[in-house]
């Protein structure tokens, strides 16, 4: 991400954004935790939009702030852009392409830069926000004291709780995003009749004082119960001026036991009812929708069902999900206090494990409740953003974040929730093709370092974006996902021929360096500068480590997936020469660290948030500790020296780490990781915090969790092969492994007690266990199975069948 002094400023103002809405209650705040094991709970209002309570249903977003005399209810909605379809192409990067190359080449890297940043840049090289819907705002006028205060999140249930105490009235509001019925429901209960008089209204608000409302929105009553939000984003035309900008629309109903009910100016007011419920809905025509029609239709299907079935129906397709996977760490001294005071501790030295599995189950929780099938996939913000112009516009960056995103999908038991990726990815190949025929006379299909929802592929920003690697980077999703399912279908109606488009783009974009070896030209290692020998400073290059990485990583699997498909022969003998003719890694003879650039030039930042050379080692498969241990051990040197300057200052560089030394399978080192993630990179409400908020930190974090406990990219299952020592007794049930496997482990004293694996295919299983330990035998169905132990001691191999579930108990 750019550097983040660019947007201080926007992190101020968010800071204040819901100043308006604090209660001026005194509140008395709960002493008693709420029942769940997955709770996120605190003991007052959210004071700001960072200590505001998640829900999702992928579609439809909203942030819960608990306020007990004006409740806000910040909503998204996921489609809502600025911005419109326009041709970005740069009609003179083809031509200034092959000077650019030989400018660098020449080492003469500022003149590369000046021409390439007049010539080859998208037109205008910008994109536009990703914005809030608008609020949902309950006002209430409670006497005296507040007590008995807590606001609540289930991540088991995916429900929101507000609960107090006012006048000896005990009042409960239930807010919930319902991805069966496609919409927010709120239920206002109170233990005595009559209790409940507010006022409610649905507004689209300027974010910086959080008080005035907007132009591009009307806000009005229709008929006796239903609010309505209806507007078009101010966006004129570049040549027109005519607005194009995205129309949308919010609807919302009330339904009110007991009591009366007036609706008038945009403010229903509710007096002396005994239960309320809120059925809100929303849409964009980005889909091609009208956005009056589909709310209508909405609510139409909506309004007669029962609160009990709705919250039913939400909760069993929440747990469909969720369920799916369970993680205990371990006990701690604070797993009853709030969750706040949990992080708080954190930062003071303590060891929480339960909070540790909690943030891993909120990062699966994020993960479905912004990106489910038919969705747009989570954006940098996820889901949830209350900026009309968001830091770095919330958008699609490619260089890491947006993968980044998507890295629990799988491993973490949430394959579907990674469809929406795959669905964007596509709506970005004839863009994409495009450009890598008119930018650079290439085949195939190109994405630079950020994307929007409006087919954006052309190099934006600076120079930086000109990294045509996106694609490539983001195609190994494609194929990650059929890896962990077996999926063959998908493999050939929609992984291979994406990766083959990209494939085809960097065997034409690739050329011939003074070195002799095939390379990227122009390059860069993601927004990172390197200083020459003559003092002078640049981020253009050629052959930067991580386009190499990437490269492997995406011909191998494009050889590998056509000859499980038996298609391209031709293709795959191309790819298989090329890769041989590829400029190697290179490790700096004098210190043994892997080189972040082709030349071994000085690092002006030390510490630079992106670790982009370690591409290899993760995600990647590149490079391993058994198949490749002289890279490894070269990365290993790179990484220390890149945190003894600093480096993982920011949230999601942290989560990055993580996930680093859980491959180098050093568990000691990853848990230091989250410890200090959590104490210096997350949020009250455990949102990642860059600064500001960024969801792939959180994301990150969850995959880097999985990954300490059972990883599968080197050809094997291996259990718990970052176990640090203040996990020693604990169990991961349902994490998934490559080869269609589910995996369940228990461990007592850090030794594994049982290990069960399920297959979705037939195969040979080749798993590892734990230095120390051996497998004493295999049960299937009460009959033991046969295996075979490998020349590693720590290696078995055995057949598997599709369906079945296997035993496996170990011995020290």
Same mark, same amino acid.
């Given at each position: 991400?750019?550097?983040?002094?660019?947007?201080?400023?926007?992190?101020?103002?968010?800071?204040?954004?819901?100043?308006?809405?604090?209660?001026? /209650?005194?509140?008395?705040?709960?002493?008693?935790k709420?029942?769940?094991?997955?709770?996120?709970?605190?003991?007052?209002?959210?004071?700001?939009?960072?200590?505001?309570?998640?829900?999702?249903?992928?579609?439809?977003?909203?942030? *819960?702030?608990g306020? *007990?005399?004006?409740?806000?209810?910040?909503?998204?909605?996921?489609?809502?852009?600025?911005g419109?379809?326009?041709?970005?192409?740069?009609?003179k990067?083809?031509?200034?392409?092959?000077?650019?190359?030989?400018l660098l080449?020449?080492?003469?890297?500022?003149?590369?830069?000046?021409?390439? !940043?007049?010539?080859m840049?998208?037109?205008?090289?910008?994109?536009?926000?990703?914005?809030?819907?608008?609020?949902?705002i309950?006002?209430?006028?409670?006497?005296?004291?507040?007590?008995?205060?807590?606001?609540?999140?289930?991540?088991?249930?995916?429900?929101?709780e507000?609960?107090?105490?006012?006048?000896?009235?005990n009042?409960?509001?239930?807010?919930?995003?319902?991805?069966?019925?496609?919409?927010?429901?709120?239920?206002?209960?109170?233990?005595e009749?009559?209790?409940?008089?507010?006022?409610?209204?649905?507004?689209?608000?300027n974010?910086?004082d959080?008080?005035?409302?907007? /132009?591009?929105?009307?806000? *009005?009553?229709?008929?006796?119960n239903?609010?309505?939000? @209806?507007?078009?984003? %101010?966006?004129?035309?570049?040549e027109?001026?005519?607005?194009?900008?995205?129309?949308?629309?919010?609807?919302?109903?009330?339904?009110?036991?007991g009591?009366?009910?007036?609706?008038?100016?945009?403010?229903?007011?509710?007096?002396?009812a005994?239960? *309320?419920?809120?059925?809100?809905?929303?849409?964009?025509?980005?889909?091609?929708?009208?956005?009056?029609?589909?709310?209508?239709?909405?609510?139409?299907?909506?309004?007669?069902?029962?609160?009990?079935?709705?919250?039913?129906?939400?909760?069993?397709?929440?747990?469909?999900?969720f369920?799916?996977?369970?993680?205990?760490?371990?006990?701690?001294?604070?797993? %009853?206090?709030p969750?706040?005071?949990?992080?708080?501790?954190?930062?003071?030295?303590?060891?929480?494990?339960?909070?540790i599995?909690?943030?891993?189950?909120?990062?699966r929780?994020?993960?479905m409740?912004?990106?489910?099938?038919?969705?747009?996939?989570?954006?940098?913000?996820?889901?949830? %953003?209350?900026h009309?112009?968001?830091?770095?516009?919330?958008?699609?960056h490619?260089?890491?974040?947006l993968q980044m995103?998507?890295?629990?999908?799988?491993?973490?038991?949430?394959?579907?929730?990674?469809?929406?990726?795959?669905?964007?990815?596509?709506?970005?190949?004839?863009?994409?093709?495009?450009?890598?025929?008119?930018?650079?006379?290439?085949r195939?299909?190109?994405?630079?370092?950020?994307?929007?929802?409006? !087919?954006?592929?052309?190099p934006?920003?600076?120079?930086?974006?000109?990294?045509?690697?996106?694609?490539?980077?983001?195609c190994?999703?494609?194929?990650?996902?059929y890896?962990?399912?077996?999926?063959?279908?998908?493999?050939?109606?929609?992984?291979?021929?994406?990766?083959?488009?990209?494939?085809?783009?960097?065997?034409?974009?690739?050329?011939?360096?003074?070195?002799?070896?095939?390379?990227?030209?122009p390059?860069?290692?993601?927004?990172?500068?390197?200083?020459?020998?003559?003092?002078?400073?640049?981020?253009?290059?050629?052959?930067?480590?991580?386009?190499?990485?990437?490269?492997?990583?995406?011909?191998?699997?494009?050889?590998e997936?056509?000859?499980?498909?038996?298609?391209d022969?031709?293709?795959r003998?191309?790819?298989?020469?090329?890769?041989r003719?590829?400029?190697?890694?290179?490790?700096?003879?004098?210190?043994?660290?892997?080189?972040?650039?082709?030349?071994?030039y000085?690092?002006?930042?030390?510490?630079? @948030?992106?670790?982009?050379?370690?591409?290899?080692?993760?995600?990647?498969?590149?490079?391993?500790?058994?198949?490749?241990?002289?890279?490894?051990?070269?990365?290993?040197?790179?990484l220390?020296?890149?945190?003894?300057?600093?480096?993982?200052?920011?949230?999601?560089?942290?989560?990055?780490?993580?996930?680093?030394?859980?491959?180098?399978?050093?568990?000691?080192?990853?848990?230091?990781?989250?410890?200090a993630?959590?104490?210096?990179?997350?949020?009250?409400?455990?949102?990642?915090?860059?600064?500001?908020?960024q969801?792939?930190g959180?994301?990150?974090?969850?995959?880097?969790?999985a990954?300490?406990?059972?990883?599968?990219?080197?050809?094997e299952?291996?259990?718990l092969?970052?176990?640090?020592?203040?996990?020693?007794?604990?169990?991961?049930?349902?994490?998934?492994?490559? !080869?269609?496997?589910?995996?369940?482990?228990?461990?007592?004293?850090?030794?594994?007690?049982q290990i069960?694996?399920?297959s979705?295919q037939?195969?040979?299983?080749?798993?590892?266990i734990?230095? !120390?330990?051996?497998?004493?035998?295999?049960?299937?169905?009460?009959?033991?199975?046969?295996?075979?132990?490998a020349?590693?001691?720590?290696?078995?191999?055995?057949?598997?069948?599709?369906g079945?579930?296997?035993?496996?108990?170990?011995?020290s």
């Amino acid at each position: 991400m750019p550097k983040r002094s660019f947007f201080l400023s926007l992190l101020l103002i968010g800071c204040l954004i819901s100043s308006g809405f604090a209660s001026s /209650q005194d509140i008395q705040g709960s002493e008693s935790k709420p029942d769940g094991r997955w709770m996120l709970w605190h003991r007052q209002p959210a004071n700001d939009w960072n200590q505001a309570l998640p829900i999702g249903n992928g579609r439809l977003g909203a942030m *819960v702030f608990g306020s *007990v005399s004006q409740e806000r209810i910040q909503l998204n909605d996921d489609s809502l852009w600025d911005g419109y379809p326009r041709d970005r192409i740069n009609p003179k990067a083809l031509e200034a392409l092959p000077r650019v190359r030989q400018l660098l080449f020449e080492g003469k890297n500022n003149e590369a830069t000046k021409l390439a !940043g007049e010539t080859m840049m998208g037109i205008p090289p910008t994109i536009l926000s990703y914005q809030s819907l608008g609020d949902l705002i309950l006002e209430t006028d409670p006497t005296g004291e507040i007590v008995d205060y807590r606001r609540s999140l289930d991540l088991d249930t995916g429900i929101a709780e507000v609960v107090y105490q006012n006048d000896f009235v005990n009042y409960t509001r239930e807010i919930f995003s319902s991805h069966p019925h496609n919409a927010i429901v709120v239920h206002w209960t109170a233990d005595e009749p009559g209790a409940i008089s507010a006022r409610i209204t649905l507004k689209r608000l300027n974010p910086n004082d959080g008080k005035v409302a907007l /132009q591009d929105a009307q806000h *009005v009553s229709e008929g006796e119960n239903r609010l309505v939000l @209806r507007g078009q984003i %101010n966006r004129p035309h570049h040549e027109t001026g005519e607005n194009v900008g995205m129309k949308f629309e919010a609807h919302c109903l009330a339904r009110v036991l007991g009591g009366e009910l007036n609706n008038h100016d945009g403010v229903l007011e509710i007096s002396k009812a005994d239960e *309320v419920v809120l059925l809100l809905v929303s849409s964009t025509d980005y889909r091609g929708d009208d956005p009056e029609a589909s709310c209508r239709n909405q609510i139409e299907a909506i309004q007669n069902i029962s609160y009990s079935t709705l919250r039913e129906v939400h909760i069993a397709d929440h747990r469909n999900l969720f369920r799916r996977v369970d993680l205990d760490l371990g006990a701690g001294e604070n797993e %009853n206090l709030p969750t706040d005071v949990r992080l708080e501790k954190v930062k003071q030295g303590d060891h929480d494990p339960q909070l540790i599995a909690t943030y891993f189950q909120f990062g699966r929780y994020l993960l479905m409740g912004s990106s489910r099938p038919g969705a747009m996939p989570a954006n940098l913000q996820g889901l949830w %953003n209350h900026h009309m112009n968001a830091p770095w516009n919330a958008d699609y960056h490619t260089n890491i974040n947006l993968q980044m995103n998507y890295w629990p999908a799988e491993a973490a038991n949430l394959s579907e929730c990674h469809l929406p990726l795959f669905d964007y990815m596509e709506s970005l190949v004839e863009s994409g093709k495009r450009t890598a025929r008119e930018h650079y006379g290439c085949r195939g299909f190109v994405v630079h370092h950020l994307s929007d929802v409006w !087919g954006f592929t052309t190099p934006a920003d600076g120079v930086w974006g000109i990294w045509p690697m996106g694609a490539a980077w983001t195609c190994r999703h494609f194929y990650e996902h059929y890896l962990y399912t077996g999926d063959v279908k998908f493999l050939e109606e929609r992984a291979y021929p994406i990766m083959r488009e990209a494939a085809l783009f960097l065997l034409d974009f690739l050329v011939w360096s003074p070195e002799g070896w095939l390379v990227t030209n122009p390059s860069h290692s993601p927004e990172n500068s390197f200083q020459k020998a003559d003092g002078t400073r640049s981020m253009f290059t050629y052959g930067a480590t991580m386009d190499l990485e990437i490269i492997h990583d995406l011909f191998t699997d494009c050889i590998e997936a056509s000859e499980i498909l038996d298609v391209d022969e031709e293709f795959r003998k191309g790819l298989q020469t090329t890769l041989r003719m590829i400029a190697p890694l290179q490790i700096n003879s004098e210190d043994g660290r892997l080189q972040e650039w082709i030349e071994d030039y000085d690092e002006p930042e030390p510490g630079h @948030r992106h670790m982009s050379h370690f591409y290899g080692l993760h995600p990647g498969h590149m490079i391993t500790l058994r198949r490749t241990p002289l890279l490894a051990k070269a990365v290993r040197k790179s990484l220390e020296y890149r945190l003894s300057h600093g480096g993982g200052h920011t949230g999601w560089s942290r989560a990055w780490i993580v996930n680093f030394w859980a491959r180098l399978e050093e568990g000691e080192k990853a848990f230091e990781n989250i410890q200090a993630l959590l104490a210096k990179s997350t949020l009250p409400n455990l949102f990642d915090n860059h600064p500001p908020f960024q969801i792939d930190g959180n994301f990150g974090a969850c995959a880097g969790i999985a990954e300490m406990l059972i990883q599968s990219h080197d050809n094997e299952i291996s259990i718990l092969p970052a176990l640090p020592g203040v996990w020693p007794d604990g169990f991961i049930s349902g994490l998934r492994a490559r !080869g269609g496997y589910t995996v369940s482990i228990e461990w007592k004293k850090t030794r594994i007690q049982q290990i069960v694996l399920e297959s979705s295919q037939n195969a040979a299983c080749k798993l590892r266990i734990r230095p !120390g330990e051996k497998i004493e035998g295999i049960l299937n169905r009460g009959k033991t199975v046969p295996f075979q132990q490998a020349s590693d001691p720590q290696v078995i191999q055995f057949n598997v069948r599709k369906g079945q579930k296997y035993i496996l108990k170990t011995r020290s």
